[in-house]
C-alpha cells in the first residue's frame, strides 16, 4: 500500500498489482487484547517496516517493483522529489530554471552531498546517470522518460543542464525523480552488464538518508543512517525492511508492536481501528491516488450510445457499494481522478442513482423490455459478461453487486472471474476480449490523463475503452506542454470533464487509504505523494 | 546391496531428465514471462523486448531447454532472471537449510508424538481413549494447517507472547541455539500437525494388523511382559510400513512447506518457489524442481534401504 515517490513506475501501475499478492483471508476478527511488547526502547532507533513481496535489485534504472523502489528511495536520492501534494521539491538540486519555451532545464546541485563512502557527488554523476537509458547498449526497462532529452550537459560541477526535444510538464515529475548513481564505481562498467552488476544487489552506494547494510536472503534488507546526509542525519538508527509474505502475519506483527508503520488494506481497517481505539497504533487516512471503475468495451455496439452508458451508470447505487463493501472506506466518483491529486476536477456532470431514470434513458435509446423481463432492441437481447479477476475480492463483491442491479432494469450479466495474468491478457491490446470490467486504475506523480483517454494510447496503450473523442484528444497533446501549474490544471480538469460526460466508464468510488503508526513514531503522516517525506527527520519517544 | 544402489542411482539419471523436460515444458506453457509483471505504461517494448533477447527468452524453446541443460549437467543453475545478476545457487543455499531444518524437525516432531499415540490407541482398542485419539486425528486431517497456524500465532504469540511471530531469528541478536529454538517450535509444530493425524492412524492399523499375527500370540503364551511383546516384538514389525510413509514424505520436504513458510515469514525454498512461480522466473523454478525431484528419488531410495535394514525377509 505504500506508495513511494513514485513515479518511477510511473504515471499508473495498476492497482491491481498490490491486491494480487493477499493471502486466504483467516475468518474472523482478531481480537487485540494484551500484547504489551516488553520493553518499548527496545527497538531503538529503527524503523521496522514490513513488505509481503521481497525486493528484486536496487538500482531504479532496472528495477520494476514497488518494494525496491521504496527501498531505493531510502539509499538513492534523485534531482528533486515530491512534497505531500506532489509539488516538486530540490533534492540533489537545489533549485532548478528553465527557459519560456520549456526546452533547456538548468539544475543547481547541492554542493555539501557526499556518497555513503565519503566520495562527493557531482555534476560528473548527474551526466553519467541520466545518460545511461539513452545508451545504445541500456537493457532495462526505463527508456521512456528519458525519451525528451536531447542532451544532458555538465555546466560546471554542481551545475547540470538539459536540453529537451520537446516541452513536457511530466519531465519534472516523472523524469527528473530519477536517482542518481555514482559514476566513480559505476563509470567503468558497460551499459550492458549495469543490469547484472553487484553494485544492485551486494552493495549499492547512494546519497540518500540510509546506507544499505545488509540483505538477508528471503528475511530483511538493512538499513543504517548516513551520518552525512545532505538534509541533515537521520535521527533514527537505522531501518528495517521486513520481508513478511502473509498480511495475516504481518498484521499481528504490527499489533504488538514490531513494526513501526504499515499500510492498510481495506480488510484489515475494521482491526486497525479496533488497535487504535486500544491506543495501540495511530491510524491515519486519506483519499489515495487512484479510482476505481466499471470500464465499458466501446468496441461493442451494445455500448456505443451514450445514453446506454448514462443509464448503466444511474443504475448502480454507489453510496451502498461503497457502505457495505468497502465498510466506508472510499467515496464516490463521478469522474477520473483523484481527490489526492492536485488536477483533480470536482465539478464534472454528475450521474446520481436514478433507476428510474436509467429505465427512462434505455427507453429513449430504443430498448424495451422483452416477455422475459430482459430488455431487447431490434430482436437483440440486453446481455453482456462482466469480468474480473480473482486477486481482487472487492472487485467480485463489485460485479455480483452491478449484476443485480442492472437486473433490475432489465439487463443481463453474467460474472467471469479470471486469474491475474489470464485477466491481464483478455483485457488488454491486443485482444480487448471483454465487454465489461471491474477495474481502477492508481495515477502516479505526475496527473497527465493521456495514458487512459487519449486515441493515441488505443492501439497499444491504456486505453483499453477503445475511447476516442478529438476534442479530449487536443486538450490532452496540449496538457503535457505546459509548464504553469495552473493552466495545467484547467487543461486536464476540462478534459476530465468531457470524459465524464461520455462515461466510457461508470466511475465507481476514490479508495481511501490507510496508514497505521506506531504511537512512539513522530514524523510520517499519511498521504498519496510521498509516504516517506523527510524520512530523516522522523524519530521515536521515549 | 551395493550394486542394487547403483543400479537406483544409475535409474534415476533418465527418470530426472524426464522429470526436467516436462518440467520445462508445463512452465513455458503458463501465460505470460518475466516480463509480464514489468507492466506499466512507461515500459516501451522495445526495451522490453531487449530485455527478453538478452535473456535468450525469444529463442525456441529447445534451444532455451538445451541451454539451461548444458549449464546444469555442469552444475551451473544460471543467474536468476529477475533478481539480475545473482546466481540461482546463491538464492538455493540461503533457503534450502532453513527449510530442511524446519522439515526434519517438524517430522521429528511427528513421528514421537504419533507413533507412541498410534501404538497405544492400538493396545487400547476401542476404548475411550481410542476413540478420542481418533476424533482428534481425524479433526487434525480435517483442518487446514495454516489456520492452525495462524491461531497459535493469535494465541500463543500475540496474546501470551511466548512465541516470536515469524522469522528464524531475532535481528541484530547474535547468533544463539535458543533464538533459533524459539523462533522454530512453532512453525515445525504446526507442520507437523498436518503428518501427525495421517501418521497416528498409520502407526494404529499397522500396530493392530502386528497384533494379530501369530507370532505375538506365541510370544504372549510363551509368558513374555506385555510391555515387551508389544515393543520389542509388535513395534518393530509394525514400523516397516511407516517407512514407506517416511520415504513418501520426503517430496513434501519442499512443496509441504509452502503456506507454513509463508505464515510465518520462514524464508525457505518454498516460498522461493512461490515468489519465481508468479515472476516466471525460469532458472530459479528449474533448479527447485531438479532439487525436489533429486530429494524424492534419494528418498524412495532410503525407504528402500531402510526397509533391508528392518526386516530381515528383504535382501536385495
Known sequence: MFRKPLWKVAALAMVLMIAACSQPEEAGNIDANAAEKEGAEAEGGNLVLATTAAPTLFNPYYSTDTSSSTIEGFIFSGLVTVDQDFNPEGDLAESWDFTDDGLRWTFHLRENVKWHDGEPMTADDVVFSYTIPKDPDYVGPRGLPFEIIEEVNKIDDYTVEFVLSEPYAPFITITAQFEVLPKHILGEVPIAELGKHPFNTKEPIGTGPFKFKEWKEGEYIALEAHEDYHLGAPKLDGLLYKIVPDTNTSMAQLQVGEISMAGISPEYVGMAQDLEAKGMVKLESGPSNAFEYIGYNLRNELFQDKKVRHALTHAIDREAIIQAILGDAGTVAHGPGSPANWAFNPDVPKFEYDPEKAKQLLKEAGWEPGPDGILEKDGKKFEFALKTTSANEIRQQIAEVAQQQWAEIGIKTSIEVLEWSAYVEQTSPPNWNFDAIVAGWSIGSDPDPTWFWHTSEIEAGLNYNGYSNSEVDELLSKNTQIADLEERKAVIAEADAIVTEDQPNTFLYYPEGYLAISPKLVGPSYNAANTYYKIHEWYFEQ | ?316
Open chain 2, 1 to 316: 546391496m551395493t550394486t542394487y544402489i547403483i543400479r537406483r542411482c544409475l535409474m534415476a539419471i533418465p527418470l530426472l531428465f524426464l522429470i526436467s523436460v516436462i518440467s520445462f515444458g508445463i512452465m513455458k506453457m503458463a501465460p505470460g514471462d518475466p516480463t509480464a509483471l514489468m507492466m506499466d505504461p512507461m515500459i516501451k517494448q522495445e526495451n522490453l523486448e531487449a530485455y527478453k533477447e538478452s535473456y535468450g527468452l525469444n529463442d525456441s524453446i529447445v534451444v532455451q531447454y538445451g541451454r539451461w541443460l548444458g549449464n546444469m549437467v555442469q552444475g551451473n543453475f544460471g543467474e536468476s532472471f529477475i533478481r539480475q545478476g545473482v546466481p540461482v545457487s546463491e538464492l538455493i543455499t540461503a533457503r534450502l537449510p532453513n527449510t530442511l531444518l524446519l522439515m526434519l524437525v517438524s517430522t521429528f516432531i511427528a513421528f514421537i508424538i504419533s507413533i507412541p499415540l498410534g501404538v497405544w490407541s492400538a493396545t487400547k482398542r476401542n476404548s475411550l481413549q481410542d476413540y478420542a485419539i481418533t476424533v482428534v486425528s481425524f479433526l487434525g486431517v480435517a483442518t487446514p494447517n495454516f489456520w492452525i497456524g495462524l491461531v497459535l500465532i493469535m494465541v500463543l504469540s500475540v496474546h501470551l507472547g511466548w512465541f516470536p511471530i515469524g522469522g528464524v531469528a531475532t535481528y541484530g541478536e547474535p547468533f544463539s541455539i535458543w533464538d533459533r529454538l524459539h523462533h522454530l517450535v512453532l512453525p515445525a509444530f504446526v507442520l507437523a500437525t498436518a503428518d501427525m493425524a495421517g501418521l497416528t492412524r498409520y502407526s494404529r492399523s499397522s500396530m493392530l494388523d502386528v497384533l494379530r499375527q501369530d507370532y505375538i500370540r506365541t510370544a504372549k503364551a510363551n509368558g513374555f511382559r506385555q510391555k515387551t511383546v508389544i515393543f520389542k516384538h509388535g513395534l518393530r514389525n509394525a514400523l516397516i510400513p511407516i517407512i514407506t510413509i517416511f520415504g513418501l514424505m520426503l517430496p513434501s520436504f519442499i512443496g509441504g512447506s509452502v503456506i507454513i513458510e509463508s505464515v510465518f515469514a520462514w524464508p525457505g525454498i518454498g516460498l522461493l518457489f512461490m515468489e519465481a512461480a508468479f515472476q516466471r522466473d525460469y532458472p530459479v523454478i528449474m533448479a527447485v524442481v531438479v532439487i525436489a525431484a533429486t530429494l524424492v528419488v534419494i528418498g524412495n531410495l532410503l525407504a528402500d534401504i531402510l526397509y533391508a535394514v528392518f526386516d530381515p525377509r528383504i535382501e536385495y
